[in-house]
């Protein structure tokens, strides 16, 4: 993980200034950059920093990964921390798994494992299409029952991926499709 920076001076150290000043250093580098040589090292080292996040990026993205990448490298190097803090502020606030031994009730709502999630909760997942129920328009009238782990997990543990982020990109997607007869999701 790279910063919180202070100051400038605080980007020195890390990768991205390195190389940048090694190009300088063996002379590799001409006046204006025409061979994009520092611009390329800048961003490579943006476009690494999404890819190790999970963000996915689309052409429009990337023509703006091109226009931060003719930044200062200490400019770039914020962006490149405040990419990488946000993912790890986001993995860290993850939920994680609820044990189901015992009693276990949902987090959100109070429901006990086995039993349907309270009206409005935060947790459950829409039965009929396996979106969160509180932003599902289409089944308004379905609840689900809480298993005692929140909704995915199973599925990241079964298919080997990443975390629950991994399973939202990739039923985005459309490699995982909602099988309503187990309530999980599965690969398309």
Do not use: K
Not at 4 to 29: F, S, W
Not at 31 to 59: I, M, N
């Amino acid at each position: 993980m790279f910063g919180p920076y202070e100051d400038e001076h605080d980007t020195y150290g890390e990768p991205l200034n390195q190389e940048c000043r090694a190009l300088h250093a063996a002379g590799r580098v001409e006046s204006g950059d025409p061979e994009r040589l520092v611009s390329g090292t800048r961003a490579r080292h943006l476009l690494a920093a999404c890819e190790q996040a999970g963000v996915d990026l689309g052409a429009y993205d990337r023509q703006v990964v091109e226009w931060l990448a003719m930044w200062e490298p200490s400019t770039v190097q914020v962006m490149i921390g405040i990419i990488s803090r946000a993912h790890q502020a986001g993995r860290a606030g993850m939920p994680r798994t609820v044990p189901t031994t015992g009693p276990h009730p949902c987090p959100s709502c109070g429901a006990a494992p086995g039993q349907l999630h309270g009206w409005g909760c935060s947790t459950a997942r829409c039965p009929e299409c396996g979106q969160q129920a509180l932003s599902c328009e289409d089944h308004t009238n379905s609840r689900a029952v809480w298993s005692g782990r929140f909704p995915g997990e199973v599925e990241v543990e079964i298919y080997g991926l990443e975390d629950l982020n991994d399973l939202g990109r990739r039923a985005e997607r459309g490699e995982f499709v909602w099988d309503r007869a187990t309530q999980l999701w599965r690969r398309a």
